[in-house]
């Protein structure tokens, strides 16, 4: 069912012209608090003269038409939903999971069901670690929507204190390793390398993250495993193994773009990539165009157990898409060295 919308349309008077959007919807508004209406603006909630506008600061004209989306009440705690999880180890304190594409990991605007959250609550009831918050109990960390692989969550609160520590270290000291397979275009000339570059949120795009002077510290270690060269012989893609030091909002997706290589579907970070499935043959660019997501995948999760200290070393084969892409990629390769 589509969630209800409750919908206010304000005019503006000739006193308010040249007033900020969110000063004259908040003195209009009672009911809603400034902070409640600058995050129903940047969500596209608002529109002036049935523009969307995404500025809380617009200054407004008089005679045009704001109207403003007011999405339904939404329980305040997420509810428990029988949502299938593909649960790789678990014990009174943690779950392994291996997740799927299209999984949101928790409660968000756009998002309040249907989530990893909602499924692990009616999985372990009320076990589950709530150091998160209500909308983020057990989650200890966090994979993109259409990112699949190894997560880990927390059952109690001694695990999540114990994990989130051993995230926070990023495996600097401890025995943490997270690690990703990426499948990118192009290829770098060296074999493996580092990238150290801050990032912090897009100075335009509130959804994107950019590297950025000043932001915050972002290290991603890559290796090449695979070079897939095209029907000319350079490179069109490969695979990479990332390594996490850091864990920022779209780290890899971001860093990997820095470098003049983004993962293949990422319409996000390389929208300008697109033309180069025209050097794919026919049964890669199919695999892409199925593929409908960033080519994203963490297959990698080595921990230290919150109460035994064992180290936990768990991998992750590549889902079927992205198995099929590969497949599909390397028989470019195979052509290649052929002709």
């Not at 995404?54 to 949502?83: C, K, M, T, W, Y």
């Not at 820095?258 to 695999?287: M, Q, S, V, W």
Request: glycine share 10%.
């Amino acid at each position: 069912m589509a969630e209800y919308q409750a919908q206010r349309e304000e005019m503006v008077a000739d006193q308010d012209a040249g007033g900020r959007l969110d000063r004259l919807l908040a003195g209009r508004l009672a009911d809603l608090s400034r902070t409640r209406l600058k995050a129903l603006i940047l969500d596209g909630k608002v529109t002036v003269d049935g523009r969307t506008i995404l500025d809380p600061g617009l200054r407004v004209n008089s005679g045009q038409r704001i109207v403003v989306e007011v999405p339904e009440p939404v329980a305040a705690a997420p509810e428990g939903e029988n949502i299938p999880l593909a649960i790789v180890y678990e014990d009174d304190d943690l779950i392994i999971l291996d997740k799927p594409k299209g999984l949101v990991v928790h409660p968000a605007p756009g998002n309040h069901t249907g989530t990893l959250v909602n499924a692990l609550i009616a999985h372990c009831g009320d076990s589950l670690s709530g150091i998160g918050g209500v909308k983020r109990p057990g989650i200890v960390h966090r994979l993109d929507k259409d990112t699949t692989g190894l997560m880990v969550v927390a059952k109690n609160d001694m695990a999540h204190k114990h994990l989130a520590e051993q995230f926070a270290d990023h495996g600097r000291t401890g025995n943490l390793a997270r690690g990703y397979l990426a499948f990118a275009w192009g290829a770098p000339t060296r074999p493996r390398g580092t990238i150290d570059a801050p990032l912090d949120r897009h100075p335009h795009a509130r959804d994107k993250q950019a590297v950025r002077p000043g932001g915050r510290e972002a290290i991603t270690h890559w290796e090449v495993l695979e070079r897939f060269p095209g029907h000319d012989g350079k490179p069109v893609a490969c695979l990479l193994a990332c390594r996490l030091e850091t864990g920022r909002t779209h780290q890899i997706r971001v860093h990997l773009a820095h470098i003049g290589h983004p993962l293949l579907g990422d319409d996000t970070y390389g929208p300008g990539f697109r033309t180069k499935a025209t050097r794919l043959n026919p049964a890669a660019r199919e695999a892409l165009a199925c593929l409908g997501r960033q080519a994203l995948h963490a297959y990698m999760l080595d921990i230290q157990h919150p109460r035994s200290q064992q180290i936990l070393q768990f991998r992750s084969e590549l889902p079927s898409d992205l198995a099929r892409l590969r497949l599909a990629l390397q028989a470019v390769a195979a052509g290649s060295a052929k002709s």
